[in-house]
């Protein structure tokens, strides 16, 4: 039996260090993702493209963002976090120096959609994973504070990358945001331990007595193909499936769409930002909440918010509407984000978090590559979004309802994982 030292709790739990470390790397990545909105106009004018196929360089990647986690995340578990993650922002920071020298979209396709989205594939679900694995008691408000650096760099990074593009231009204003990831990226990636076991400590900051050896002390869980031989983790699988067809669409066609009514580009790219201000908010909120009344009831709420908001944006045009809607849609959606690792950890057990939730994100890489594309595509052919942002609310309904409709955790996970 392990015992526990008299002094049970660390001075400074080391997890919190982890928590800053997934912070940081998730504001880098996802800001630098997310300022594409910034530059959609830019690329249409330079590639004298439809939106339909600039809106596809960011499907590309947001398409790698998940489906390549399903490989970085078992790496991770392997080699440790730090090395992942570093070779995310290196992959990052090449991709948008080399998106610097298209002439050609299809050259932004590679360099862009495969270089960046491949970079914060190895750095998400990696990140993600780590902080599941530090906590228990506050699982759910760790990985909020985590993944809200994900709205914190979409509240920032577009903002900047909108004054560089206005003060030099787009292509400078890469090698800017490229420079930034190489740097401070991977100096961010350097202090992530994959587990507290290499600390000697349990989760949530309990020492392990200098009596126990650490090969000793394990991490109970599924194995990835328990999981996936799951009935949870399809349900949760295609829920996200249904719920990602509509959650990208403001990153890429949210300030279009503002533009279109008049609105000005300072505010047409402002509104991504508030996104990011509320999914701040929804991250802090929602994971704290999360912890007393039930991951799977929260997540099932963000659901179902982000579907009646998505109804909302399709009759809104004024700026308070707008407005209104960037800020609400980014609670939800932040929430959502938060969420999901935590109860996927709920469902499976830590011992192998990076590579289930990893397969589990390859669902949002399946609704990634196809709701933006298709609602430019529906813009190209008609002038209108409300088609494709009313067919993704409806499918982010059905999502909550499909989640609903799940087991809780505690009465379907066999007792031998915890």
Not at 95 to 116: E, I, K, M, P, R
Not at 120 to 145: C, D, L, M
Not at 227 to 247: C, D, E, N, T, V
Not at 321 to 340: E, H, R, T
């Amino acid at each position: 039996m392990i015992s526990i030292s008299s002094n049970s709790k660390a001075p400074i739990f080391y997890g919190w260090i982890v928590v800053a470390c997934a912070f940081a790397s998730l504001f880098i990545c996802f800001g630098i993702a997310y300022s594409f909105s910034a530059f959609f106009k830019v690329f249409e004018t330079e590639f004298e493209a439809g939106r339909s196929g600039v809106a596809l360089v960011f499907s590309l990647a947001s398409c790698l963002f998940f489906t390549i986690g399903a490989v970085t995340g078992p790496l991770s578990d392997r080699i440790g976090t730090k090395w992942v993650v570093m070779i995310g922002m290196v992959l990052i920071g090449g991709g948008l120096l080399a998106a610097t020298q298209a002439t050609f979209l299809w050259q932004l396709y590679l360099a862009y959609g495969l270089s960046v989205g491949l970079g914060v594939g190895f750095i998400y679900v990696p990140a993600i994973g780590a902080v599941q694995r530090w906590f228990i008691r506050k699982r759910g408000f760790a990985s909020g504070i985590a993944v809200s650096g994900i709205g914190v760099g979409t509240l920032v990074v577009p903002l900047v990358a909108s004054a560089l593009i206005q003060t030099t231009d787009w292509r400078t204003s890469y090698v800017i945001l490229g420079s930034v990831a190489l740097v401070f990226g991977v100096l961010s990636s350097w202090f992530f331990v994959n587990s507290p076991q290499e600390k000697n400590l349990f989760p949530d900051g309990e020492k392990i007595s200098p009596s126990v050896e650490n090969k000793n002390v394990t991490i109970g869980g599924a194995t990835v193909k328990e999981a996936l031989h799951s009935r949870p983790f399809w349900m949760l699988y295609i829920a996200g499936i249904l719920a990602s067809l509509g959650i990208f669409l403001p990153f890429v066609h949210l300030t279009p769409y503002a533009l279109d009514y008049g609105h000005s580009e300072g505010f047409a790219v402002f509104l991504v930002s508030l996104v990011g201000v509320g999914s701040v908010a929804g991250r802090f909120a929602m994971g704290g909440i999360a912890d007393k009344l039930g991951r799977k009831i929260s997540l099932t709420t963000a659901f179902f918010g982000m579907g009646v908001l998505l109804f909302m944006w399709n009759v809104s045009q004024g700026a308070l509407a707008l407005g209104s809607f960037a800020v609400l849609y980014g609670v939800f959606y932040g929430g959502f984000v938060a969420l999901i690792p935590a109860l996927t950890v709920d469902y499976f057990g830590g011992k192998n978090a990076g590579g289930i939730i990893g397969a589990l994100y390859t669902n949002a890489a399946i609704g990634s590559l196809i709701g933006p594309p298709m609602a430019g595509l529906a813009f190209d052919l008609t002038q209108s979004y409300g088609l494709p942002i009313m067919i993704s609310g409806v499918a982010s309904v059905i999502a909550a309802i499909l989640l609903f409709m799940m087991p809780e955790p505690k009465v379907w996970s066999p007792p031998s994982w915890h």
